[in-house]
């Protein structure tokens, strides 16, 4: 796999483009707005909403919204490029759940298939279906079906009927710490890079390699988290060099936590002794099914902008990793610029 990555978008709370949560989330600005939902006591829950959507919005409208924004930042550097005029788009969205239907999910779709004017939209589940996401774009460019591939991934937790959910189901006391529900959006354009080259657009990034794995510890259950399954995902990725930087899940619940953590043992001369390690989530708020592609285009916009902490990861691989509700881990290896 070698896909040139020519368009980023971000979306959430923290800021509209991929350039202002560089540099915002490293500022600590802007501060979280108010949250207007109480709890049975009075207390305010906390959350994160973008305050240019509100607080009050159905679920299927704010994660359109959501998603066309990122799309919108993303698909910019499309507009009037070369010989990539077929252009295939893929859904990464939340699996039908409290507060969000199949008829939301294919609301959504509905909406950015319009404004990209394709055909349907593919559709892949959960957190790591971005990973899954960027594998279709691979077959999919290289059976010229499309000359480039749109991967939007959004998600929503503000509404009543999930926040709902979300303080009745609360985690266990012996949990790592749960950042706070959220909503946001990720979007990647990627192509091939002789067709990058051909439409003479800037070259944001190069996914190397994407992986999803099965694991058999879900959300659902309390099967012993072993790290086998990411650790087989690690290893399907090629070795380009050792990681300097990665963007994950790590604070996202013990689940997520444990399994990498004992992945990246089994894995560690693969990576930097002095990796950076960034968890967008513990800023933005838990994104959902958005987090995979979240991490990963927050991870190219924190290289081109030149944002790492760490020396080691300047010039250096990253990878970006998610796990989806159902036990799916998913991660991706890629480089900035023109690596």
Known sequence: ????????????????????????????????????????????????????IGARERAAARVARLALAAMHEATRPLHGAPGLDRIA?????????????????REVEAALAARLG???????????????????????????????????AADSLISIERLRHWVSHPPSPWDAEVPRPSEGAAALVVTAPDAARSARLPLLGTVHGAATVQGSSTDADDAIVDGVAMTQALRGLPRIGRVGAVFGQLQVG????????????????????????????????VVGAAAGAFNLAYGLATLRHGATESPAAAGAPLLAWAISPDGTRGVAMATGGCA
């Open 1 to 52: 796999m070698k896909l040139a990555v020519v368009g980023l978008g971000l979306v959430s709370p923290a800021g509209i483009t991929s350039s202002e949560h560089v540099f915002y989330l490293r500022a600590r600005v802007p501060p979280p707005q108010a949250s207007p939902f109480l709890l049975a006591g009075g207390q305010r829950l906390s959350v994160g909403f973008c305050p240019w």
């Open 89 to 105: 788009l893929v859904l990464v969205a939340a699996i039908p759940r409290p507060g969000l239907s199949r008829d939301d999910v």
């Open 118 to 152: 394709g055909p349907d939209p593919l559709r892949f589940p959960g957190e790591a279906g971005c990973f899954a996401g960027l594998r279709a774009a691979e077959e999919l460019l290289a059976g010229g079906r499309a000359r480039a591939v749109v991967i939007v």
């Open 254 to 285: 013990s689940l997520r936590q444990t399994e990498w953590l004992l992945a990246l043992a089994r894995s560690s001369e693969r990576f930097e002794p002095e990796h950076d390690v960034s968890c967008p989530e513990m800023d933005v708020g």
